[in-house]
């Protein structure tokens, strides 16, 4: 069983920044695929960001170039910095955990879920 935990949520004016922080329990922790998804009131939970084991990074298009995905498996977390923030960007963002899959930003690729941090980010 592995807990995720999320913090540094917040709001924000547009064009600021945010860092996200995503603690794990589980000892395999560098071992796994890690993801960053969002959703907005009304949408579908989408992919932001994931990290493979190897460090292999993939983004949505909507972020590519704002937000950069991180991290430091000795503290084990991960990490999600978020630059240029717009007011789309509006969302609970959760951090999700896999053991085996590292491919694209279906959530059933993610066996363990935290609660959610909720970014809002105003004009």
């Known amino acids: 069983q592995v807990q995720l935990v999320e913090s540094g949520g917040g709001s924000v004016q547009a064009g600021g920044s945010l860092r996200l922080s995503c603690a794990a329990s589980s000892y395999t922790y560098s071992s796994y695929c890690m993801g960053w998804f969002r959703q907005a009131p009304g949408k579908e939970r989408e992919g932001v960001a994931r990290i493979s084991k190897y460090d292999w990074t993939k983004y949505a298009d909507s972020v590519k170039g704002r937000f950069t995905i991180s991290r430091d498996n000795a503290k084990k977390t991960l990490y999600l910095q978020m630059n240029s923030l717009k007011p789309e960007d509006t969302a609970m963002y959760y951090c999700?955990?896999?053991?085996?899959?590292?491919?694209?930003?279906?959530?059933?690729?993610?066996?363990?879920w935290g609660q959610g941090t909720q970014v809002t980010v105003s004009s």
């Open positions: 999700a955990a896999d053991s085996s899959r590292c491919g694209g930003f279906s959530t059933s690729d993610y066996t363990y």
